[in-house]
């Protein structure tokens, strides 16, 4: 009866030392599962800040798995490309290249699979189309099992003033014909001088209505050829033409009139022109060539035919509130690809045939217009057609064109003039139409010819008419040792190359003129008569 109590005791030390035992058990696991929440805590923690890291770097940031699907993608890779992270996750990295199996991206994958990492510079694509250009850094991810997973891909923008090889190699072209433009130019004007001259010799002798007629026909084209010339220097070389107020109504309808001779029938002409259309400050020919630039392009986008609209406007552009004339050449044609917008005004860059374009056309373009202080726009649509905006600055006074009313020139008083050109033809042309006028003429070939001549009869010779490019010895050389012999030589100087700074530079030299070939007779007769008489 005494021991009963002693086994309740020991029943009932059992349970609590039971129930001590599963509380220690309770606080310990929540010990090691508080531990292991804040752990994951702080993983996911740091993830956020990885990721936040990521998305303030100027870099573009994207993780790809080795399947090639984008799985990760930071705010400066939707600033650079233009898609959204939702947009573009899970797609292929392919859609960053031109074309699926780009050999750049095989490249790239190969070496970052078997060296772990690769770099190097990539052509990529914008959403919109455009190209860019990146220096890409490629690093291979691999899971605990040292297995491939994915791949960390950094991105750079090169600089948009850095010149890519092709912009290198079409800058060295330009400069090649430059020096061929110049080279040209001078041959080209000396065949065009004689010719000219010829003309208006004609022009004097002939009484025929039918006669005179075909030589105004010839005597223009043979202007418009030295005019565009002139424009194959000033693409080549920067130089400008001389500027007049131009009636963009006139141009316009010359344009039209062309148009509707030349173009297939199946492309219809449609011209808008306003008839308080304002004026512009320019060299008519390079605006002739601009519109003939863009109506060409817009016939040959238009093989089967369509619909050439060609519309000017007076507009006034804020914030300056300055004028503009706007004209719209638009057409309906084949339309101008996004991904190539952007480089069709680079030189040389053509979508034609190489025997159908050279791609110095939009290039030309560009160049006259800046130089006009104007601009262009250029909106297209494939299959849709395309829409050039050209806007130059308008002249909105009551300046008129001026319409020049021919002078009759004073014949000679048989001055006698020494023309010295290397051209046998040039001499003789000059000094048959010098002869009309009734001047006296000696001729030379060259500036030791010149030199020789002006020594044995300095006394009679009036003026000198002197080429600057010779062999032997050039016009700068000549004129240096004529005015030695007399430093009131009148010289007047010609040449179908010099620049308006070569011109300045040969005025310091103390000539009293220059013409640039091809000159008409007229213009020959009104110099040597100034020069003559100090006026």
Same mark, same amino acid.
């Given at each position: ?6 086994? %309740? ?37 740091? #993830? %956020? ?63 970052? #699979? ?16 455009? +190209? ?14 040292? !297995?491939?997973?994915?791949? /960390? ?25 430059? =020096? ?59 130089? +400008? ?43 008519? =020919? ?24 060609? =519309? ?117 042309? =000059? ?21 020789? #001549? ?28 004529? !005015? ?45 008569? /100034? ?5």
């Amino acid at each position: 009866m005494i021991e009963q109590p002693s086994i %309740y005791i020991d029943k009932q030390n059992f349970l609590v030392v039971f129930c001590l035992l599963f509380l220690v058990l309770i606080i310990f696991s929540c010990n090691i599962l508080w531990h292991y929440i804040s752990k994951n805590q702080q993983a996911e923690n740091k #993830i %956020y800040e990885q990721a936040a890291i990521l998305d303030v770097v100027n870099d573009a940031v994207l993780v790809s798995n080795i399947h090639q699907q984008i799985t990760f993608w930071n705010k400066s890779a939707e600033i650079l490309y233009g898609w959204k992270s939702e947009d573009i996750l899970g797609k292929s990295i392919t859609e960053l290249w031109y074309e699926p199996n780009s050999t750049q991206l095989k490249i790239a994958l190969s070496t970052v #699979i078997n060296q772990g990492e690769w770099e190097g510079e990539l052509h990529q694509l914008r959403k919109n189309g455009e +190209e860019l250009i990146v220096i890409s850094r490629w690093v291979l991810l691999r899971d605990k099992k040292n !297995q491939p997973k994915s791949i /960390a891909i950094t991105n750079t923008q090169v600089a948009t003033n850095k010149p890519s090889p092709a912009q290198l190699l079409r800058s060295q072209r330009l400069e090649s014909i430059g =020096t061929l433009a110049s080279g040209i130019a001078h041959d080209l004007n000396n065949i065009l001088s004689p010719i000219l001259m010829a003309i208006q010799l004609l022009q004097m002798k002939s009484q025929d209505v039918q006669m005179q007629k075909l030589l105004n026909t010839l005597e223009n084209n043979v202007k418009r050829g030295a005019s565009l010339l002139k424009n194959v220097l000033s693409f080549a070389r920067g130089i +400008e033409g001389k500027k007049t107020i131009v009636s963009v109504r006139q141009l316009l309808l010359e344009i039209e009139q062309i148009v509707q001779q030349t173009f297939p029938k199946s492309i219809i002409c449609q011209i808008n022109i306003p008839e308080n259309i304002w004026y512009v400050l320019g060299d008519i =020919t390079q605006l002739h060539q601009i519109l003939m630039n863009l109506v060409i392009n817009a016939r040959d986008a238009m093989p089967y035919g369509g619909i050439l609209r060609i =519309t000017a406007d007076n507009v006034v552009l804020a914030p300056q509130s300055k004028h503009y004339i706007s004209l719209y050449i638009e057409d309906t044609g084949l339309g101008i690809p996004a991904k190539i917008q952007k480089q069709i005004f680079e030189p040389f860059f053509s979508t034609k045939e190489i025997s159908k374009g050279t791609g110095l056309g939009l290039s030309t373009t560009l160049s006259i217009i800046d130089n006009h202080g104007g601009f262009i726009n250029v909106q297209s649509e494939e299959g849709k057609g395309t829409k050039f905006q050209v806007y130059l600055p308008a002249v909105v006074s009551n300046t008129q064109p001026v319409n020049f009313v021919e002078i009759e020139l004073a014949m000679g008083n048989e001055e006698l003039i020494l023309v010295v050109d290397d051209e046998a033809i040039i001499r003789e042309i =000059t000094k048959l139409s010098l002869t009309a006028y009734n001047y006296k003429v000696l001729t030379a070939s060259d500036g030791k010819e010149a030199l020789s #001549i002006y020594t044995k009869y300095q006394e009679q010779i009036n003026v000198v008419l002197l080429d600057m490019m010779m062999p032997s010895m050039d016009g700068a050389i000549a004129i240096r040792k004529l !005015q030695k012999i007399n430093p009131q030589i009148k010289i007047i100087a010609m040449s179908g190359l010099l620049s308006p700074p070569d011109e300045s530079a040969i005025v310091n030299m103390g000539v009293k003129a220059f013409l640039s070939k091809p000159c008409t007779t007229q213009e020959l007769v009104q110099a040597i008569n /100034a020069v003559h008489t100090d006026n």
